[in-house]
């Protein structure tokens, strides 16, 4: 089985424009949560899909969305980017409503100038 | 609201000793605790875990204890290897209608041969 996949791996934007990345998670997983991770901070949870709807959101701003299609694919968009969305942006699939274990793919690196 | 601490940024340990990493939260609502560990340039990956109503979980050399009381848990790695240097993640999970995993600031384990 394919594991989850992320794209792009690496992305330079400057301060003002918008990114969208992507997140293809393990084939039959319903369940799709994206972390910001920076360094000493950890990883901050965003937000999390199952079936297409949001069921719980980090404390983010409201420059920071998300969504998933039908087929559990996932994309979450940055508006507006700022110097401090510079991060590694990691994406999550797991097979069931519980998140005991979560599979994350490689990630996506943004460096915003 | 950091609800999930590491408070030691990194351990180093001889090859064969043990490794203890320590976590301490503070939301007595957690169902399950996690522990990841990561490697540059990955994603992080599923090591261990542990439900809440649970003290102690093993899978090989690698062993989770928790102190509900004392609102504490810590895995254990024995014997070190010098494959385990990373960065180990420790990670709880509470289900508000959604599945929420709040994730500590990691810890970085060398292990020296």
């Known amino acids: 089985k394919a594991g989850v996949t992320q794209t792009p791996r690496y992305l330079i934007k400057t301060r003002g424009q918008q990114v969208t990345l992507s997140c293809s998670p393990i084939?039959?997983?319903?369940?799709v949560s994206w972390y910001q991770q920076t360094p000493g901070q950890g990883l901050q949870f965003l937000f999390e899909?199952?079936?297409?709807?949001?069921?719980n959101k980090g404390n983010f701003p409201g420059r920071f969305s998300g969504r998933q299609f039908s087929n559990s694919r996932s994309e979450m968009n940055v508006s507006t980017l700022e110097l401090g969305d510079s991060a590694l942006y990691l994406c999550?699939?797991?097979?069931?409503?519980?998140?005991?274990?979560?599979?994350f793919g490689p990630g996506t690196r943004l460096l915003v100038l | 609201d950091q609800q999930v601490k590491q408070n030691s940024p990194s351990l180093s340990v001889q090859e064969g000793r043990i490794s203890i990493l320590n976590c301490d939260y503070t939301?007595?609502?957690?169902?399950?605790f996690l522990w990841y560990k990561k490697y540059p340039a990955e994603g992080p990956t599923f090591l261990i875990s542990?439900?809440?109503?649970?003290d102690k979980n093993e899978d090989g050399r690698f062993t989770v204890f928790l102190n509900k009381s004392a609102k504490h848990l810590s895995l254990h790695i024995v014997p070190s290897q010098p494959g385990d240097s990373a960065v180990y993640f420790c990670?709880?999970?509470?289900?508000?209608?959604?599945?929420?995993?709040?994730f500590g600031a990691g810890t970085r384990l060398f292990v020296k041969a």
């Open positions: 999550a699939s797991s097979p069931s409503v519980s998140q005991e274990t979560q599979y």
């Open positions: 084939s039959g997983h319903r369940s």
């Open positions: 899909y199952f079936s297409e709807t949001q069921r």
């Open positions: 939301n007595s609502m957690f169902d399950y």
């Open positions: 542990i439900s809440s109503i649970k």
């Open positions: 990670a709880a999970s509470v289900d508000t209608g959604g599945f929420k995993t709040i």
